[in-house]
């Protein structure tokens, strides 16, 4: 199957509808910010991190095979089903050495400000909260860096 990258749409999200729009995938990780619009995601971006139940036959998306969607908090963006922020700043922290860290900070960092300068309305589980309070404040401080 032809693999479509970002540039050739005029948004991520449009990109988006194209490669998983009305399948049975959920989009998860730095995917899930850029449809969040919580991360302007890369130039000439080829890779999309989906939940799935069964691997599919697109080469550039990486499928985490779940059996259920019962346990993940998601929404549907027009024909897009995406985790919920909560769910994927969680699915991020538990799995934080192997992440897209810059779009987890800007990802964040778009949340506070968006969000009358506060975290207050995400759900960080219990097991998360140590690492989520070491990187919060890069996320307050990331657009004083640029």
Known sequence: MKVLTSNEFLTIRDWHRAVVGGKNMILRRTSALEHLQLFSGYMKEKRIEVYAKALGNHMNINYHIVDTFDCIDYLRIGNVLCTSISQTVNDMLDDFNNIDEQSLIEGLSRFFYMNSN???????????????????DWAIEYYDEV
């Open 118 to 136: 506060s975290f207050d309305s995400l759900t960080i589980k219990p097991e998360n909260i140590e690492l989520f309070n070491s990187i919060k």
